[in-house]
Nanobody
Framework: QVRLEESGGGSVQSGGSLRLSCQAS????????MAWFRQVPGEEREFVSS???????NYGDSVKGRFTVSLDIAATTVHLQMNSLKPEDTAMYYC?????????????????WGQGTQVTVSL
């Protein structure tokens, strides 16, 4: 059974950094397009970043130059390094996996989801 479990969220001051991790089980993460989304209550889920099966990385405009997505050597964990955090980055962050294709930007394109990890950035 496919399972995604996020970790690494927390509270940080503006300008700080956090590293999120998504542990995949039930399959090899490198075989699927892996992504990070975030959501604030009352708003739609927003694309943050993805790591395609060919190693291509994609980023939402609001995080380009600040966030970096990576896949570990064992291909079981996807990381999201978040630097220069801003209060507007505050959200619940979700890990997702798409079983086919690459470069998906919409939540409906992804088939598996984790439970999320909260990131709070204060001034």
């Amino acid at each position: 059974q496919v399972r995604l479990e996020e970790s690494g969220g927390g509270s940080v001051q503006s300008g700080g950094s956090l590293r999120l991790s998504c542990q995949a089980s039930g399959y090899t993460a490198s075989r699927y397009c892996m992504a990070w989304f975030r959501q604030v209550p009352g708003e739609e889920r927003e694309f943050v970043s993805s790591f395609d099966t060919d190693g291509t990385t994609n980023y939402g405009d609001s995080v380009k130059g600040r966030f970096t997505v990576s896949l570990d050597i064992a291909a079981t964990t996807v990381h999201l390094q978040m630097n220069s955090l801003k209060p507007e980055d505050t959200a619940m962050y979700y890990c997702a996996a798409a079983t086919h294709g690459n470069g998906w930007l919409l939540p409906d394109d992804y088939h598996y989801w984790g439970q999320g990890t909260q990131v709070t950035v204060s001034l």
